[in-house]
């Protein structure tokens, strides 16, 4: 699968008007959520990925993957990675 140049770019500017599924958006919108301030997390936002098709094991993938990028790029960015 190839990704798309212009979708790329799209979701780069701002994900929210990018051309997704309903299913990306909320995965994309709990993410966000899940980043700016974890314990905002509720149940209402794991309902929503419900809505649009995600199990329990779809949204445990997506907060661990999500949380682990935030806890690495924190360690990174702690260490001066890639500040040369």
Do not use: C
């Amino acid at each position: 699968m190839t990704l798309d140049a212009t979708l790329v770019e799209a979701v780069r500017r701002d994900y929210r008007t990018a051309p997704l599924s309903d299913a990306d958006r909320a995965m994309l919108d709990y993410a966000v959520r899940l980043t700016k301030d974890a314990t905002a997390v509720t149940r209402d936002d794991h309902e929503q990925l419900r809505k649009v098709g995600f199990d329990d094991t779809g949204i445990l993938q997506i907060t661990l993957i999500a949380s682990w990028f935030n806890y690495i790029n924190r360690v990174a960015d702690a260490l001066g990675v890639g500040r040369e």
